[in-house]
């Protein structure tokens, strides 16, 4: 059996609304990153943690920067609180 955490700071950090966060967050994917000019996947980032109106940009383009090892990428190794 499987227990779902109810969203702790729900229309706080992030919107509420289904909708509007499903929004917010194609907004700010879809935000052009900036290019490496070698065109590999960095091996490491470091994505800020707050609500998305603070640090949402940042951690979108970190996340996208990883997109280019989508299909070689075999391990992934997540640190965080």
Do not use: C, W
């Not at 879809?30 to 470091?46: L, M, W």
């Amino acid at each position: 059996m499987s227990t779902v955490r109810p969203a702790a700071v729900s229309g706080a950090f992030y919107p509420s609304d289904p909708r509007a966060l499903a929004t917010q967050l194609g907004e700010l994917l879809a935000r052009p990153a900036e290019s490496d000019e070698t065109g590999n996947a960095p091996k490491a980032v470091i994505v800020p943690h707050a609500g998305y109106v603070y640090s949402g940009a940042i951690a979108a383009r970190a996340y996208d920067a990883l997109a280019s090892g989508r299909d070689s990428v075999t391990r992934v190794v997540l640190l965080g609180p």
